[in-house]
């Protein structure tokens, strides 16, 4: 059995006897965790193969395993609790002996003991002191050497583990044999005295004729009996109780000594079986026992059975979140695919009936043909973020109840990109605005839903309503946002610090600042379009000729020839739209950003050095500067756009905002996949997935998506480059490959992290090494130390010693004391660029360095297990699952979700204006700035 178990066959036709079969030297090796699982389960479930259900507790233990369904056994049957973290079960790790007393004890429900485990090695307060006092006195241990000790931290040989399961198994029919295989591959001196039995003592009976055999044994019958309509039908199963080689005198008769509570057992002469029965209408329990005895034994043993109850319907909460495009007359389909599971409607589930329909929107009846349902909302009813209801089925003995999550995709009429934040007028004409604050960008939002246009320029926004008065708000240091009155407008458009209209007369009206005269100088006379950049504005007059006025450093004001109909004037350039809808543009070209693309336009936006267009077939294009991604454009049918500096959002055909370049480069938009593990920093995100691959997402144009096709550990990611610890514990980095970032050193690590332009890692040694643009000492950390955990700052490093204290070195920039931490005994660290956090042992926080935007504040409470630092916001993890973030806001980056329903957060990883949570569950969830959105 040993040797099939350890060479991956087949499990099959498993008994007790087969733990005997030790041959050669293959029994003496240490007994990986996996194979502890494999064989306790066995012995457990009586040689039953588990079946695989869907449930995966353990992130290194997945479907590819050979033995993963007997690791989620054991963790179902309470058996394991996982490794480390929790979420792990280091399936390779070894077995101490201490540990495998816990898994007896569990796995056997072995009683507790009611005395010390009375080992000499043993004390009152060791970690597993009643596991062992249990097992020694159920006979399962005699200890190691003389007996005087357990040897709690030696590790569990094969032989060892297949001796404690087999006497595990006969402790409660009979007085187990002493095997000395447990002693002796323990002990390492020659032994002179009798080994003590650590076991109650049994009495045993002498007799003139024969000793009986042993009693018949308890048997557990897991999962056999599964119940299709509870309630309804009769439930009959036939047990096996007679299996081994133990009855020896025939056992003719095999009595019922005790029934179950709750049917009937009775002993068949004829198949040489119990047969359990349930009867009609009896509601079925979710396990049952009863004792029997044969004509031989001298006690009885007892029978439980777990029964599966397939047909009821549970409730369920579906993963998938439903997107609505619009508000009004909004329907899509419910696939029972996502609530009937498995074989839960083993009777065909014909019928399916909705027993208490959602509060709001409705529910059609079911649909046969699509196994399905339609949620309708009407018109005019607000979408709400979760809808149930109540089902059953034809076989149901009670309804369940579904919830859906519902993600409402908010649509635009009108939309403005400013620096470094956005606005829009959304389907109900009330304005929207995310991103910087810091001038009231956001916070001093006009009320009302009476808008029908918007622009945005450096620091502030202008609107214009339904009776054509504009009004503005954010910075105003130049007059840009200057009251305009009752004066009314049919176009308006904002520049850097410049707001300029049309006004119902047509004549051009501007506030704001004067550089170059771009204010003073706006033309007279009747016009219908104008658009202002930074320094320099253009119009168009009633007879389509367009004219120019301010800055003309980069040729901003030339004379163009033609007719046009609308026109962008950006940072150093001008784009117009020709009357035959084709381009022209002119000025600063360092960047291509003059060089029009061909094609017919319906819009165009131009800024700093790009310039993007919405061509007649609603496609888009960009042209120009693409450093940070900001013709990056993306695909879909789109009616507007607006562009500022480095960042652009348009406006789809069917009102989505879809937004790219400089910060927007997804680093918040987690890819659909189950993760382990996460990094990031700046605009850079990676993850390592159940499988052991590893993804990245966010700013990529460096070449950080361009992941290796290998098994990882660990990744790390920064702003230009990324690295992984492979399943080998040697490195890989990727992306860009200046200032030797990628420039991996050789040896194995077990951890990594990375700062913008370099990267260090705890090497096996416990050692650190660094790579990449290293000016400020960050690789220099004490020598002769050896550390478990490092964390890479712009200018510094910090590291967790073995002892699990502290040890910074580098640059203190701005003087905080960043490189001097706190003392005290630390179990995570987190540093971006200026602060550091860190949960320490007593579950407190700890943070110190810059503290600009209270982002190194330190915070009351002990209930901390996680911990990260993000470029001016931080965030930690508490025991309960939650998170809570301080410091700067903008972009709602320290606004953290409420974990899943049924899941919790477990670690976090942050970047300059977003966060991502990894749940227990697998799950990406971030917040924050996101592209695409």
């Not at 109850?309 to 993963?319: C, S, T």
């Not at 002119?586 to 017919?600: E, L």
Request: aromatic share 6%; net charge negative.
């Amino acid at each position: 059995m040993l040797k099939t178990l350890a060479g991956g066959g087949s499990l099959a036709n498993f008994s007790l006897d087969d733990l005997v079969e030790c041959e050669g030297g293959e029994c003496e090796g240490a007994a990986p965790r996996w194979l502890a699982a494999v064989w306790i389960v066995q012995v457990v479930d009586g040689g039953v193969e588990p079946a695989l259900g869907s449930v995966r507790r353990f992130s290194d233990v997945g479907d590819d395993h050979p033995y993963v369904a007997y690791v989620e056994r054991a963790a179902e049957l309470g058996i394991t609790h996982g490794c480390r973290d929790g979420l792990r079960f280091c399936p390779d790790d070894t077995v101490s002996r201490g540990q495998m007393a816990a898994f007896l004890v569990r796995g056997f429900d072995l009683p507790p003991a009611h005395t010390d485990a009375d080992f000499d090695d043993i004390g009152t307060d060791h970690r597993f002191v009643d596991e062992i006092a249990a097992i020694a006195a159920a006979g399962i241990t005699v200890g190691c050497g003389d007996g005087s000790n357990y040897c709690d931290t030696a590790l569990i040989t094969q032989r060892q583990l297949r001796t404690m399961l087999t006497r595990g198994h006969a402790a409660q029919v009979a007085t187990p044999v002493v095997d000395p295989v447990e002693v002796a591959a323990t002990t390492t001196t020659a032994r002179t005295t009798a080994i003590p039995v650590r076991r109650p003592a049994v009495t045993t009976t002498t007799t003139t004729t024969t000793t009986l055999p042993p009693a018949p044994t308890d048997r557990l019958v897991n999962d056999l009996v599964t119940v299709t309509r509870s309630g309804v039908a009769a439930i009959t199963h036939e047990i096996d109780v007679l299996s081994g080689d133990w009855c020896q005198a025939g056992c003719v008769n095999v009595t019922v000594t005790r029934e179950p509570a709750v049917g009937g057992a009775r002993w068949d002469t004829t198949k040489n079986r119990i047969i359990f029965t349930i009867p009609q209408g009896t509601p079925a329990p979710s396990s049952v026992s009863f004792d029997y005895a044969t004509d031989n034994s001298i006690a009885a043993a007892t029978v439980t059975i777990r029964i599966t109850m397939l047909a009821q319907p549970v409730d369920v909460l579906i993963d998938k979140s439903y997107d609505i495009e619009h508000l009004d007359n909004q329907s899509f389909r419910i696939d029972l695919g996502d609530i009937l599971v498995g074989a839960a409607c083993a009777a065909g589930c014909e019928n399916i009936n909705v027993t208490n329909p959602p509060d709001k929107g409705t529910l059609s009846d079911y649909d046969s043909d699509n196994d399905s349902f339609t949620y309708t909302i009407a018109d005019n009813d607000d979408v709400p973020d979760q809808v149930t209801f109540q089902y059953e089925t034809n076989d149901s003995s009670s309804p369940a109840t579904v919830t859906i999550n519902i993600t409402v995709r908010p649509t635009y009429q009108h939309i403005a990109v400013g620096n470094n934040f956005w606005c829009g007028i959304n389907a109900k004409s009330a304005i929207e605005c995310q991103g910087r604050n810091d001038d009231g960008q956001i916070d001093d939002i006009p009320a009302g839903t009476d808008f029908v246009e918007i622009t945005a320029g450096q620091d502030h926004a202008c609107a214009r309503k339904t009776n054509n008065t504009v009004t503005c708000w954010g910075n105003n240091g130049d007059g840009e946002s200057a009251d305009q009155g009752s004066t009314t407008f049919k176009q308006i458009d904002a520049g850097y610090n410049l707001t300029c209209g049309i006004k119902t007369d047509n004549e051009i009206s501007c506030w704001g600042s004067n550089t170059d005269n771009a204010r003073s100088n706006a033309p007279g006379g009747a016009h219908k379009y104008v658009s202002v950049g930074d320094k320099a504005a253009c119009a168009i007059d009633n007879d389509d000729d367009l004219v120019c006025w301010g800055d003309n450093d980069d040729g901003q004001r030339v004379n163009v020839t033609g007719t046009f109909t609308k026109a962008a004037a950006g940072s150093g350039h001008v784009c117009a739209i020709k009357s035959d809808n084709t381009a022209q543009c002119w000025g600063k070209n360092d960047r291509s950003q003059a060089s029009a693309s061909g094609g017919q336009f319906s819009a165009l936006s131009t800024a700093n050095s790009i310039s993007c267009g919405v061509k007649t077939d609603n496609s888009l294009i960009c042209w120009g500067s693409n450093q940070d991604g900001e013709s990056d454009k993306p695909s879909g049918q789109f009616s507007a756009i607006s562009s500022f500096d480095l960042a652009s959002c348009a406006l789809m055909t069917n009102g989505l905002r879809r937004c790219w370049g400089a910060p927007y480069f997804g680093q918040a938009s987690a890819p659909d996949a189950s993760f382990v593990s996460i990094d990031g920093d700046t605009w850079t995100m990676c993850g390592v997935k159940r499988d052991k691959s590893a993804s990245c997402w966010g700013r990529t144009i460096d070449g950080q998506a361009n992941v290796p096709n290998e098994s990882f550990e660990q990744v790390t990611a920064s702003a230009y480059h990324a690295c992984a610890i492979k399943a080998d514990d040697m490195l890989a980095c990727w992306g860009e490959s200046s200032a030797n970032k990628t420039n991996k050193p050789p040896g194995t690590f077990e951890h990594i992290d990375s700062a913008p332009i370099y990267s260090c890692g705890v090497k096996s040694d416990g050692s650190i090494s660094c790579w990449g643009a290293i000016a400020d000492n960050q690789d220099a950390a004490p020598s002769g130390v050896t550390f478990k955990r490092i964390a890479s700052g712009t200018f510094h490093g910090c590291g967790i010693k073995d002892d699990d204290t502290l040890a910074c070195w580098g640059r203190d920039l701005f003087g905080t004391g960043i490189t001097s931490p706190p003392p005290g005994k630390y179990i995570a660290i987190s540093s971006n660029r200026h602060h550091i956090c860190t949960v320490k042992d007593d579950g407190s926080l700890q943070c110190w360095g810059r503290n600009s935007s209270g982002e190194a504040t330190q915070l009351a409470g002990t209930d901390f297990v996680a911990v990260t630092a993000g470029l001016t916001h931080s965030c930690a993890v508490k025991t309960d699952g939650t998170v809570m973030c301080w410091g700067d806001n903008s972009y709602s980056k320290a606004s953290p979700p409420a974990p899943p329903t049924g899941s919790k957060f477990a670690s976090l990883a942050a970047g300059d204006q977003h966060t991502c949570g990894l749940t227990t569950d697998g799950d990406v969830i971030c917040w924050g700035i996101t592209s695409h959105d």
